[in-house]
């Protein structure tokens, strides 16, 4: 249990982390000059993002980039979202041709070390699992001795794969392949016995086979997978992204939708403290605005635009979506639910 002084260290590096001036910087001042922010998700991720029948892609990851161009540029739609496969949208970054990536990369310390990359918030906690065709027969990630594995090359999987089997002396293959819908393909034809990835994307994934109901998810999850917000090294960029998202956590606390941010600003003088220091004319956030280069509504704009946390949870992964999700039992709830999902107070 942390000690009261533990408590009030972290504390302090807190406010002094969240306090520090963010410079303005090449890679904001681009996204400015060019008036969009390119932001690369997966190409096909059902829930998370795929592209709807105008070609638009469409999705948790996907509202994630809107959430960003909303707070910089006031307008979700000036989001450039590119579909690009797993390790193409790393090396993307690093190059300097995207902004901005929002898709299933686990934060984990050599990445972060990574100069070309810039980790920034957790947008939602998972873990790597395993599927398997039903008539396999398999009821446990344990019966998998001298299975073949198909699993996406450059990815934490395989480092997770090898730690999970080798810790328990069972023989395995792998199949490395890259892309994903040859990977899926390899898996749904037979060549492979199990796939494996993070949970809420095999379950994505299983949506793809010709008979979801012919695959099973095992119960047994494997790994600790923060999939995390990546940016372009720039200060500037790295707080708006990481404050737009706060703003969306806030909201959740004191009920504001995107349904009722309008009438929640139209009476903002009778609203709680903490929510004129959220949207108020005069406010924190103005001030944060003024500071990082925002627009002055850049919060109401984040919320107006895109939504609350719970929104967007909701919008594709909750109860009436496939994913059938219900986000207080996740890690992905508040504390109080038990979950990690902590809004950092605007103030």
Known sequence: MPTTRTLGLFAVATFALASMPAAAGPVMDAIKARDSLVCLVSPTAP????????????????????????????????????????????????????????????RTGTRDADEGMAFVVTTFYDGQGFMVPRALGVASASELDGASVCAEDGSTTLLNIADWFGARNMNYRVENIADKTARLEAFFSGKCDVYASDITALTADRQLAPNAAD??????????????LVVRPDQALEAAVFWAFQVMLNADAYGITSANIDTVVADIDNQPAAVQRLFGGESAATDMAAKLGLPQDWSVQVIREVGSYSEVFDRHLGADTPFGLDRTQTPNGTPADGGLMYALPIR
């Open 47 to 106: 829930g998370f993002s795929v592209p709807d029948s105008q070609g638009v892609f469409q999705g948790f990851n996907a509202d994630f980039c809107r959430m960003a161009a909303a707070a910089i540029l006031g307008d979700a739609d000036k989001a450039d979202i590119r579909g690009v496969g797993f390790s193409d949208s790393m090396k993307t970054l690093v190059a300097g041709e995207a902004d901005m990536a929002s898709r299933s990369i686990t």
């Open 215 to 228: 695959y099973v998810i095992l119960p047994e999850v494997i790994s600790n997978e923060p999939l995390t």
